[in-house]
DNA sequence: CCAGCAGCCTGTGCGC
DNA sequence: TGCGCACAGGCTGCTG
């Protein structure tokens, strides 16, 4: 489900909902989604702790307290509500967070692929999952001189981009949409984009990223933020899963593909497979 | 070291 | 209606 603009949605609905609020109880409904700790530990710690900010580092969001930092990846259907510890827990719940005012933090994952890490803060900025990440797509970090250099492989630029090691956020939808945006087929050999390509597309992911951001990320079916809200960017999507329809560009039929294990839509007219000669 | 791919889970939609 | 299969906003660990 979440790429970085329904994270970073969650993030902003998250962060007022529980920040200055002290966690009083700690429940564990399925331990396989604790990385780390081992799950006595990872209830302990955090009983007694203070929840401060809510930040995100690509699509993993950073649950601050006073000593830990909560670590949190969505996955694909990773979810967070606040409610009364009256409401009944569904199928899907496996972490409760009781706070100090009375709500309950909830997570739910239907399909159970979330996941959280509760480190120490200095243990955070070696943390091999957030250690990897690639550049934030914005102006200010997401440098081309660096992106040029990323793009001297011969891995295909959508496997790539998906791969969060040279910029991150992008995941399925975006990146479809990106690529047809920058003219840029997704099995395209990330070596052989040209300069004015590479430019076009480091332009297009902060936009494409930042817009989304702004209309509360895509939601095709699961995805809502921390207060329950969807988002509305599925509204102007061009490529992902419009399979079968019309190019707005050129009407060619929008093709599907798998590349890098994934479902992927481009237009075969528009999109060049090869470098301009 | 790196690209590629199963595995992790459950639900949904499709063809037969 | 039921069944089997493919597929779904992602990451990780193993393989060659």
């Known amino acids: 489900m979440p790429e970085l603009p329904e994270v970073e949605n969650v993030r902003r609905t998250l ?12 429940t564990v409904l399925y331990p396989n989604i604790i990385a780390t700790p081992e799950v006595e530990l990872f209830r302990n710690n955090l009983v007694g702790e203070t929840f401060q900010q809510v ?17 949190s990846h969505l996955r694909m259907e ?5 409610s009364s510890p009256n409401e009944p827990i569904t199928k899907h719940t496996h972490l409760l967070i009781d706070l100090s005012d009375g709500n309950q933090l909830r997570y739910l994952d239907v399909r159970k692929f979330g996941r959280f890490a509760l480190l120490k803060k200095d243990e955070v ?9 690639g550049m934030e797509p914005t102006e200010e970090d ?14 295909n630029i959508k496997g790539l981009l998906l791969s969060q090691k040279v910029v991150v956020g992008l995941g399925n939808i975006y990146v479809d949409e990106v690529l047809y945006k920058s003219f840029i087929h997704p099995l395209r050999l990330s070596e052989t984009l040209k300069e004015n390509e590479v430019v076009l597309l480091r332009k297009n992911i902060i936009e494409e990223l930042n817009e989304a ?14 207060k329950g809200e969807t988002g509305h960017f599925q509204e102007f999507l061009q490529v992902y899963g419009k ?14 593909i798998k590349v890098a294990g994934r479902g992927t839509h481009f237009c075969p007219t528009c999109q060049r497979l090869e470098g301009s000669k």
Request: hydrophobic residues 35%.
């Open 15 to 26: 962060n007022p909902l529980i920040s200055h609020k002290k966690i009083m109880k700690v």
């Open 142 to 155: 997401f440098s081309l001189e660096k992106f040029k250099k990323a793009l001297k492989t011969k891995q």
């Open 55 to 71: 930040s995100r580092r690509g699509k993993f969001l950073l649950l601050e307290t006073e000593h830990f930092v909560l670590v």
């Open 243 to 256: 399979e079968g329809q019309p190019c707005v560009r050129c009407g060619s039929l929008i093709e599907k």
């Open 78 to 82: 990773g979810r967070y509500t606040l």
């Open 213 to 226: 951001i702004i209309l509360g990320g895509t939601t095709i079916r699961s995805y809502h933020n921390a």
């Open 125 to 133: 900025a070696n943390y091999s999952s957030l250690k990897k990440l």
